[in-house]
């Protein structure tokens, strides 16, 4: 019977060994997911802060283009001052709807990213658990055989 015992230890043994480099596993892509996640989110909001100056240098040229067509235009409509507002309006509602699409990306990814690393925590830790009650098992049936 000490024979038998021995097998099972050794079994539960390299059991418990597989569980726990599969737990390892499902960690490292845990985190490698949850640092996508960060890298897509930091430059999400390098992206954002240079929309928002690009946003802010347009809207001053808007103005002035808008105070030189008014002064240049006065009464005459159908003329290069409407076309250019026109232009400049179109222009800033394609740039909206470019920024919001963008976002709506970025905020894809983090939430896909956050849940293959919570999927994968999850597997570690089952994993791991699975491990811990291999090794148990071993230690016991090692115990029995003596």
């Known amino acids: 019977m000490p024979a038998a015992t021995s097998i099972v230890a050794v079994s539960l043994l ?40 690009k946003q802010r240098i347009r809207q001053e040229r808007v103005r002035k283009a808008q105070i030189l067509a008014s002064a240049q235009t006065q009464g005459i409509s159908g003329g290069s001052a409407e076309s250019g507002a026109i232009a400049a ?5 394609a740039g909206a709807n470019a ?14 990213f956050n849940q293959i690393a919570t999927t994968e925590t999850g597997e570690a830790n089952k994993s791991a658990g699975r491990a811990s009650l291999a090794f148990q098992g071993a230690g016991t049936a090692a115990g029995m055989g003596k």
């Open 99 to 112: 920024a919001a699409r963008g976002s709506q990306l970025t905020a894809e990814g983090i939430s896909r």
């Open 14 to 53: 390299a059991y418990g060994l597989y569980e726990s480099n599969q737990a390892d596993v499902h960690q490292k892509r845990a985190q490698r997911a949850q640092a996508r996640s960060q890298e897509i989110a930091t430059a999400e909001g390098k992206v954002k802060d240079i929309r928002e100056r």
């Open 89 to 93: 309006t179109t222009s800033l509602t």
